[in-house]
């Protein structure tokens, strides 16, 4: 059984009320007894009409005809003709192509011995209707209770639009509409398993002609709402899957009238001019429009003319109570609703406003619709529409007229560019100027627009090699608001090529003016071991080797290996790895902004990476541990780089064969571990047996043995580090070796993640405990550093998690935060606001003076404004504190997140001395990679004097419904001193790392769908 993506939506097949759409008038009385008369005279039409007389089925009616016609035989013909599939001329709207042709004369009805007379069904139907819909009076609702036969005799009916295969057994209504009129229809079962599908069609057998159709609205059950001109319709109840898995049983049809507006279908749209006009949504249908078809609400329809080169702003404020949301929409016409020219929602109660810009040198009419963001609201508004001249195109607004773009700054402005040709990053929507750009052989172009003016806007840049190639852009880059934009274009070839630019803006609703440079220098020599091929061999030990990744050009992706793809160029070396031993591989960066990234890999066209590092971060060192696992000697090749394209340095390479083995395989050999002395290089690769205790059963990987003793009333923290996304490393603590079972024990962490395990000695003296070091599973053994910290009985803070959020108004007086560029960014290092003071946990070495913020939902305190920022997606341990975690971080959301207009992260100072809050707020972020499903707004606030911190999480919502990410579910919150000697975690992807095991949690101390704040008290140090 299988179902479409967009299971449960409501799919719109064809725009109601269009005359080529439209359904059938009725026949006169007279025409349906000549019909009924023609029929009679012969045979076939009737019998395969009704072969048995059924009273359950009140469908067929004969009517006597007193008056005869003139010609009975033409008019009954018509009739037969009537509602079979004789004027299909249909999908007018619904973006079909099936035309059927009507006008067949009465011989040729004739000539088909099976043609259809009477209940008005399609020929290609084959089956009679079950019962007859009434509309019902005003207020009160029709119901029809009918059954699903299990393995029935199912799947004569057209599938529905909107879903996979209906082979099930369906039932079929008819519904006769004598005047425009809305509906709502819903089926229901309370069977298990049977799954319910409907559709409103014009012909029963025919997806030609289908109004609507639904899938689930509402657990198995589907609902549909469409407002109906006069005439006969079907309403087709069928199950999903096909007859031999059909369970059948008894369902129930509801059908509900309102009343329906006179434009609430797109093909009678009311004429909107520059005057306020006022509506009500709940006489409209469901959305014809299937972009962004989640906002389901009812919609009105309105058709409005702009002017040649003009801006139109159209504003829907809501009216009345309760307070909703609403929805606009701009498409060019029913034909194109699929495809929306423009969209705007708004929150609850306040005006929606859509931007919209005819940039053509003539009128253009739209059609404009107004409705909710979901079916269960919606209300009464008003829609108004305000005109804005445009400047006139510039000479450059189109492709084929390109500026010349020399080393001399230019001026444009992107309100005076052409409609977006390039479909490449076609979300970046905004009107672009072209120039042409010619760039030496052998030679770097550095492109930066620069925006000027209010409000600001954020540029956006295409490089592409001509017009007819506009659809495949050579390179991107997107900036932020008000901030420049510089785009890096290579060109390696031995000849100078000269290039399109143009530049943009990210969305159709912004832009403005700019300046515009490039440049071209010379590219610097390619390394000699830029390829695979020529990698650099080594001889171990190694010690440092000089390299550098500035000129390379190759690059692959992060954990596959095999594709060559974007991120950061790579430099290769090879080593020989014998059998069962590890090889340290380190690479020391030579400056404070390369963040190297290791891959290692077997041979030069791997299907995979045999491992990857990237944990330490920029201007650390990064170490991976290869474990050669097999039984014969390796050629291993190391690739240096970094995950950010134009990350470059030069670095040093340390690389050295490990210890054959460990001593302390048993827990009679267990090594001391002390707080003083961390124990580095711990091969966990030749562990030789599986642990005895009675913890953590399915973890499997063989243990090495240590010696901790914890002071009385002291907390312990025992962390492993790893060196390689191979290895996912188990702690356990046991009394002694005699016993079994575990006083603490950990497994939270997965692959290429530290494990970090916690426990108290509650008594008044010193207990010495037995620490083992195992794996998930024996594959996945590797080397550790183990590192020890007793901390005081009282933790650094006092967490409490409270069920609601009060989260600050940052519209007003708030300042922005300015980043590079929208991922994996950090802004600069800033000072505190003038005069405000935060202790923060409490000692000399965390004086906080300056912050720091990145765009993954976290910031940072600093001493000074020297501090060297962090751009991590995720953390190297779950564990705060952590010396690879970053310095004096507060994590509040910490996740692969993006900062995209209209996105922001802002700042603010509230109250007054000695109790102010400093405020940073994520507004309206998302998650990398998500298409920007999640709408996220979260408010760290810090206040003065007490040193209480709060993480608010304000709004978390998504429009997938089966995703967790809003909540959480990758997300690590916690906090760190800036020695990272310190710490408080909370969460980590998820899980709660308070508690033994880990259990899953949202982001705050409320549901998941409010997840409200959280309190960090500090406990008086």
């Known amino acids: 059984m299988t179902k479409m993506p967009m299971r449960g939506w409501l799919a719109l097949t064809a725009v109601i009320g269009a005359a080529a759409c439209s359904p059938q008038p009725l026949p006169t009385p007279d025409a349906e007894a000549d019909a009924a008369a023609e029929a009679s005279s012969r045979p076939d039409v009737a019998a395969d009409r009704v072969t048995q007389p059924d009273a359950s089925r009140p469908d067929v009616v004969s009517l006597p005809d007193s008056a005869p016609d003139a010609a009975p035989d033409a008019e009954a013909d018509a009739a037969v003709e009537a509602g079979m599939d004789a004027t299909v001329e249909a999908g007018a709207d619904a973006g079909m192509d099936a035309t059927v042709e009507a006008g067949a004369d009465a011989a040729a009805a004739d000539a088909r011995p099976d043609a259809v007379a009477d209940s008005g069904i399609g020929p290609g139907c084959g089956l009679t209707v079950d019962g007859t819909l009434a509309i019902p009076a005003a207020g009160m609702t029709t119901t029809v209770n009918t059954m699903l036969n299990a393995m029935g005799t199912g799947g004569m009916v057209s599938t529905a639009t909107c879903v996979g295969t209906t082979g099930g057994a369906e039932r079929i209504f008819r519904l006769t509409i004598t005047a425009r009129t809305g509906v709502v229809l819903n089926a229901t079962t309370m069977t298990s398993g049977t799954d319910l599908t409907m559709a409103l069609r014009t012909n029963c057998a025919s997806t030609v002609g289908e109004i609507a159709c639904n899938d689930d609205t509402v657990g198995l059950n589907p609902s549909l709402r469409a407002v109906l001109d006069p005439g006969e319709y079907f309403v087709v109840v069928d199950e999903l899957g096909d007859a031999a898995s059909a369970t059948g049983g008894p369902v129930t049809v509801t059908l509900n009238t309102f009343s329906a507006a006179a434009n609430g ?409 002390t707080d003083t002395m961390p124990l580095l290089n711990q091969l966990q690769t030749t562990a030789t047996a599986a642990s005895m205790a009675t913890c953590l059963p399915g973890d499997t990987g063989q243990v090495l043995y240590y010696s901790v003793t914890v002071p009385a009333a002291t907390r312990a923290t025992v962390t492993a580090r790893t060196f390689s996304d191979n290895a996912d490393p188990t702690l356990r603590v046991r009394q002694d070796c005699a016993t079994l079972a575990c006083v603490a024990s950990s497994s939270v962490g997965f692959f290429g993640e530290d494990e970090v395990l916690s426990w108290t000695n509650a008594t008044a003296a010193p207990v010495t405990y037995i620490v083992e070091l195992g794996s998930s599973e024996p594959a996945a053994r590797g080397v550790f550093d183990l590192s020890l910290r007793f901390d005081g009985a009282a933790p650094a803070y006092t967490v409490i998690p409270l069920p609601s959020a009060s989260c600050e108004d940052m519209s007003m007086g708030a300042t922005n935060v300015t980043f590079p560029g929208t991922d994996d960014e950090s802004s600069a290092v800033t000072a505190l606001p003038m005069g405000f003071t935060f202790p923060y946990f409490g000692d000399a070495m965390n004086t906080v003076t300056h912050y720091s913020v990145t765009t993954n939902g976290f910031m940072q305190l600093w001493p000074s404004a020297a501090g060297l920022p962090s751009t991590s997606t995720v953390p190297s341990t779950l564990d705060f504190p952590a010396a690879g975690n970053p310095a004096g971080v507060l994590a509040i959301f910490w996740d692969d997140l993006i900062v995209a207009a209209p996105s922001v992260v802002r700042t603010k100072e509230v109250g007054t001395a000695p109790n102010r809050r400093f405020v940073i707020e994520w507004n309206n972020v998302t998650i990398f990679s998500r298409a920007m499903q999640e709408q996220l707004r979260f408010q760290i606030k810090l206040s003065e004097t007490s040193g209480t911190i709060e993480y608010h999480y304000c709004s978390m919502t998504s429009t997938d419904m089966a995703s967790t990410r809003h909540f959480g579910s990758s997300a690590t919150v916690g906090l760190q001193n800036i020695p990272r000697t310190r710490g408080q975690s909370y969460m980590f992807d998820g899980t709660d790392t308070g508690m033994m095991g880990g259990m899953p949690r949202a982001v705050g101390g409320g549901t998941a769908a409010s997840p409200g704040l959280i309190r960090f008290i500090p406990t008086g140090m």
């Open 265 to 673: 279908t797109c093909a009678m749209p009311e004429t909107l001019t520059g005057m306020s006009l006022m509506g009500n949504t709940n006489g409209g249908a469901v959305p014809a429009a299937t972009c962004n078809s989640f906002n389901d609400g009812p919609q009105l329809f309105y058709s409005y003319t702009i002017p040649a080169n003009t801006r139109v702003t159209f504003t829907a404020t809501p009216t009345g109570m309760p307070a909703w949301s609403p929805y606009v929409r701009v498409v060019e016409n029913c034909m194109t609703a699929a495809t929306c020219l423009a969209t705007g929602s708004g929150s609850s109660g306040n005006p929606t406003t859509t931007v919209f810009d005819n940039r053509t040198a003539m009128a253009r009419t739209v059609t404009v619709s107004v409705g909710s963001t979901d079916t269960a609201n919606g209300g009464t508004f008003t829609l108004g529409a305000a005109n804005t001249p445009l400047p006139m195109p510039a000479a450059n607004s189109d492709c084929s007229t390109p500026a010349s773009l020399t080393g001399m700054a230019v001026m444009g402005d992107t309100l005076a560019g052409g409609t977006p040709m390039t479909t490449c990053s076609s979300f970046n929507n905004g009107a672009q100027l072209f120039y042409s750009l010619t760039i030496p052989a052998n030679s770097l172009a550095t492109i930066t627009a620069t925006p000027t003016g209010m409000p600001a806007w954020a540029p956006f840049i295409r490089v592409f090699a001509d017009c007819m190639s506009a659809a495949t852009c050579l390179a991107t880059r997107t900036g932020t608001a008000g901030m420049p934009n510089t785009l890096l274009y290579e060109n390696r070839n031995p000849m100078a090529q000269t290039v399109l630019v143009s530049v943009g803006s990210t969305t159709a609703t912004n832009g403005g003016a700019f300046s515009l440079t490039g440049t071209t220098a010379p590219l610097p020599p390619v390394p000699m071991n830029a390829t695979c091929a020529a990698a650099e061999s080594l001889t171990l030990p190694a010690a440092g080797v000089a390299g550098t990744t500035v000129g390379a050009t190759e690059r692959r992706s992060y954990f596959s290996c095999a594709t060559l793809a974007s991120g950061g160029q790579l430099v290769y070396y090879t080593a020989t790895v014998p059998a069962g031993r590890t090889l340290s591989f380190r690479v020391n960066p030579g400056t404070m902004t390369f963040n190297p990234a290791i891959r290692a890999f077997i041979g030069c066209m791997p299907t995979t990476c045999a491992d990857v590092m990237d944990n330490a971060g920029a201007g650390a060192a990064e170490s991976m541990n290869y474990w050669n696992s097999t039984a014969t000697d390796q050629t291993v090749v190391f690739a240096v780089g970094s995950q950010t394209d134009r990350n470059q340095g030069s670095f040093t390479v340390d690389a050295q064969l490990l210890p054959a083995a460990a001593t302390n395989t048993t827990c009679a050999a267990a090594r001391t571990l």
